[in-house]
């Protein structure tokens, strides 16, 4: 259906603001993205896009368009969802979002597994650990590793995922292991922090004998990716919270060693969110309970 082809690739340059967006998004060169704008425009007898050489927006007539291609859009998903249903055969993208770590180490080495079960169906991942906007982003499902905010979504529950602080041999030896949670405070310690903007991990919880304890720590360096937290703490550059899976393999091999194990992080909550509406659509429905079940199986063993 090339019409709705070029119809998806405008509704997505919309979106995302560049036609080399919409088409990486649909998995279209630019230039095949950009003949179908310019199809849908002849079509139409109108310009859906004001061009400069910095800037794509739509015209008044575009944005028109857009809420009604959109709309359009939706009830043929709705219409291929319920025929899936019947047939049981489920087809089409699952847009996918997740942060770097858990993405990486934990739900793309199952993609695989689930579209060789399920042949016509295609998963387009971004990870990123930033707060994903599911509604604005057009997400169907986003995984995530802690607390989530988003009221207006459902929620399942994959496992709860352990967490360690962790730190090299080689930092340990210059600035001492600490024995209690009160000596990572006072600025004895560097604590490597995962921030980004609107971030609300600026503290760390420890379990203690008394009940989760909450520390105000500081360090010299904080980032807003996973992955540089643990690069510096290999490179002895301080102490990380982590997720154990993450790191597991570190912690085997001796390049990090775990700190304060006596006092652990509360483990963090792994699940995932998706629109309330998302779940009549059988695909998503499947990868969902699929993710569910390898997921908690590659967590807890």
């Given amino acids: 259906m090339p019409y709705v082809e070029s119809l998806r690739v405008f509704a997505r340059v919309v979106e995302l603001g560049s036609i080399t967006s919409g088409g990486r998004d649909l998995r279209l060169t630019p230039a095949v993205a950009s003949k179908r704008i310019k199809e849908l425009e002849q079509k139409l007898g109108v310009r859906l896009f004001n061009r400069t050489t910095r800037s794509l927006t739509p015209t008044e007539v575009g944005r028109v368009f857009y809420e009604e291609a959109k709309e359009v859009l939706e009830r043929l998903d709705r219409a291929e969802a319920a025929v899936a249903n019947y047939s049981q055969t489920p087809r089409g993208?699952?847009?996918?979002?997740?942060?770097?770590?858990?993405?990486?180490?934990?739900?793309?080495?199952?993609?695989?597994?689930?579209?060789?079960a399920y042949p016509e169906t295609q998963v387009r991942m971004r990870l990123s650990d930033r707060r994903v906007d599911i509604l604005g982003e057009e997400m169907d499902v986003a995984f995530f590793l802690g607390n989530p905010r988003d009221s207006n979504l459902k929620m399942r529950k994959?496992?709860?995922?352990?967490?360690?602080?962790?730190?090299?041999?080689?930092?340990?030896?210059?600035?001492?292991?600490?024995?209690?949670?009160?000596?990572?405070?006072?600025?004895?310690?560097?604590?490597?922090?995962?921030?980004?903007?609107?971030?609300?991990?600026?503290?760390?919880?420890?379990?203690?004998?008394?009940?989760?304890?909450?520390?105000?720590?500081?360090?010299?360096?904080?980032?807003?990716?996973?992955?540089?937290?643990?690069?510096?703490?290999?490179?002895?550059?301080g102490i990380a919270m982590k997720p154990r899976f993450d790191v597991a393999g570190h912690l085997d091999s001796g390049a990090l060693v775990e700190v304060l194990p006596d006092y652990p992080p509360p483990p963090a909550l792994f699940g995932c969110l998706y629109p309330h509406k998302q779940l009549q659509d059988t695909k998503l429905r499947l990868f969902i309970d699929f993710m569910q079940e390898a997921g908690k199986r590659r967590l807890t063993g």
């Fill in 158 to 237: 994959i496992a709860d995922c352990p967490r360690v602080l962790v730190a090299a041999p080689s930092y340990l030896e210059r600035h001492g292991s600490p024995r209690r949670p009160d000596d990572l405070l006072g600025g004895a310690h560097n604590c490597l922090l995962l921030r980004y903007p609107r971030s609300p991990e600026y503290y760390w919880v420890l379990n203690t004998p008394e009940g989760p304890r909450k520390l105000d720590v500081a360090g010299r360096y904080d980032a807003d990716d996973g992955d540089i937290l643990t690069d510096w703490a290999l490179a002895g550059r």
């Fill in 93 to 116: 993208a699952i847009r996918v979002s997740a942060p770097l770590g858990i993405g990486r180490r934990l739900v793309a080495p199952l993609v695989p597994e689930f579209t060789d």
